[in-house]
């Protein structure tokens, strides 16, 4: 930017805190060329990924399906590929936002944890619990409109009140947790710590509602259709809630919590690992992610609380039996937890 300081209406700055290990690997590898990672990396990419994705749910059913695009005015389109390609970039345009690790005091760890805690193994390099840095959104463009930053920074809250990065990111790796938003163009609820399960959901019911207002400026409302191709964060595709875990202090074992009681309800509907098809399941082919994510929180009593976003799309019901998710949901709710209406 030639020096210039840029002004809160051009960019915004997350000040983040790890909760749990964020499993993020970059390009240093063994030189042995062995594919296992030497070190876990604070890498722009991966978070500008993951908001991305989270601004596509959100704005999925306020805007038009790829094939409704006019293919005539790229600037004006009003399709999911090109309002999304105005933002984040697309084969045949640059990007009109630009991702930055800030202030990091720690932007690369050779210190391993625990990958499967559940199971005592996996040792990783990892971006360990309790390191803080920032993540820097501003726009490329002088004559950008404020409204994309407004979308990408509300994009970029429900990312990390919602989601995690990394791997294992949808079993509560990679959490984080926003400590402060400079420049915050929207007006997104920030606090210090949650008192309880109530407190937290009464945040992300505030936090989405807002979010969801500002990155769907950007288009207008379609009429509701079947299940979606893609996940969206919809009444009719999406649920959140907040459930009490029974771990505290220790984030290795509200990890190893979740994945035990998981285990009673295990189905390829929960994500298929590999490019094989599943156990007794020859028609179940492919390797698709969970669509339940599973973000950790620290209350400030030391217990921890997971969000659980299930985000419903045709992928997902084609690969296994969804009734099993609604019963985990259900179960998780029998400790406590609260539901978080979408609007």
């Known amino acids: 930017m030639n020096g210039r300081t840029l002004t809160p209406r051009r960019a915004c700055t997350f000040r983040l805190e790890t909760v749990t290990p964020a499993f993020l690997h970059g390009a240093h590898r063994p030189s042995s060329g ?15 990924g993951l908001i991305r994705y989270w601004f596509r749910a959100a704005l999925a059913d ?16 009003g399709c999911l590929p090109c309002i999304e390609g105005r933002l ?12 930055r690790i800030v202030d990091a005091v720690r932007a690369t760890s050779q210190e391993k944890k625990l990958l499967l805690p559940h199971k005592n193994s996996s040792p990783s390099p990892a971006i360990p619990a309790g390191t803080s840095f920032g993540l820097r959104i501003h726009l490329a463009l002088v004559n950008q409109p404020e409204e994309h930053l407004r979308a990408a920074t509300a994009a970029a809250w429900l ?14 790796a990679g959490s984080f947790a926003i400590r402060k938003i ?14 309880g399960v109530d407190d937290l959901a009464n945040h992300l019911r505030t936090g989405i509602e807002v979010a969801l207002r500002a990155i769907r400026a950007l288009g207008s409302p379609r009429p509701p259709g079947a299940v979606p191709e893609f ?15 029974e771990a505290r202090e220790n984030e290795e074992k509200a990890r190893s919590e979740i994945m035990c009681k998981l285990r ?39 217990q921890f609380a997971a969000v659980q976003t299930t985000l419903r799309s045709a992928t997902a019901t084609l690969s ?23 609007a």
Not at 34 to 48: G, H, I, Q
Not at 159 to 172: I, P, T
């Open 34 to 48: 062995r594919s296992a990672p030497v070190e876990a990396e604070l890498r722009a990419s991966s978070f500008e």
């Open 62 to 77: 306020h805007a038009l399906l790829p094939g409704e695009c006019s293919r005539k005015s790229y600037s004006n389109c």
């Open 88 to 99: 984040f970039g697309s084969a045949d345009h640059g990007r009109g936002l630009v991702f």
């Open 159 to 172: 990312a990390f009140s919602l989601g995690g990065v990394g791997q294992r990111s949808r079993r509560g």
């Open 182 to 195: 400079d420049g915050d163009p929207v007006g997104l609820p920030v606090a210090e710590g949650f008192a």
């Open 231 to 245: 996940p969206m964060l919809t009444p009719r595709a999406a649920r959140v809630q907040v459930v009490p875990l």
């Open 264 to 302: 009673d309800f295990k189905d390829p509907v929960f994500g298929l690992p590999h490019l094989l098809p599943a156990a007794g399941k020859p028609k179940v082919n492919g390797r698709h992610a969970s669509p339940v994510w599973i973000r950790l929180v620290r209350l400030k009593d030391g």
């Open 320 to 342: 296994g039996n969804w009734t099993r998710i609604e019963d985990y949901l259900k179960s998780s709710l029998s400790s406590g937890g609260k539901i978080i209406d979408l």
